[in-house]
């Protein structure tokens, strides 16, 4: 099916938040907004924040197909472990005993339904696409070197004092 809906900014916005709200709602039984607080924005990327970095686990998926990209998801590593204690049923001491394993599980889990989501939103104007298989990265000073995808675009959620950042990578098939 040919696209019906140019790839704009807005249709962009609109599915990601969707996407984010979706998934912490339905899985996690938590509220999540996209941030109004301008701040959010130039405290991101997390390598630009004056004072020591803070510790996050990071899901990534990709999408190829008539537009191919990557979609990371940045959760502040209490915020990991507080999620996967509520998509598991996991106690606090349940997850200190058990490690990373399950905190990794889990947030590459969430960022699959995240980019399913947006993916199915996209597939819904014409632009079908698939999904790669979700991958884990875990640190405290790091960042995303952008090479050359058309376009990029940063959106910073609010849930429980903490922010979730989801980064989106993109370029279209040319």
């Known amino acids: ?7 704009s900014d807005t249709l962009i916005r609109d599915q990601i938040v969707k996407a984010v709200v979706e998934v912490f709602k339905t899985m996690l039984s938590e509220a999540i907004g996209l ?8 405290l991101w990327p997390p ?12 899901g990534t998926v990709g999408f190829l197909g008539d537009i191919n990209g990557l979609i990371y998801i940045y959760l502040p590593v209490a915020f990991a472990e507080h999620c996967t204690g509520k998509l598991l049923g996991m106690t ?6 058990a490690g990373a394993e399950p905190v990794n599980d889990a947030v590459g889990e969430l960022t699959n339904m995240i980019v399913g989501v947006f993916k199915n939103g996209l597939c819904d104007v014409g632009y079908a696409c698939k999904l790669t298989i979700p ?6 000073n790091f960042s995303v070197d952008v090479k050359r995808p058309n376009s990029r ?4 959620f609010e849930s429980h004092g903490h922010r979730v950042v989801a980064d989106i ?3 279209t098939d040319e």
């Open 153 to 156: 675009h940063i959106y910073v």
């Open 135 to 140: 991958s884990i990265m875990r640190g405290d």
């Open 47 to 58: 390598y630009t924040v004056p004072h020591a970095p803070q510790a996050h686990v990071v």
């Open 92 to 97: 606090a001491e349940e997850l200190t005993e």
């Open 35 to 42: 941030s109004t607080n301008p701040e959010n924005q130039q």
């Open 1 to 7: 099916m040919p696209a019906i809906q140019e790839i």
């Open 169 to 171: 990578l993109m370029k």
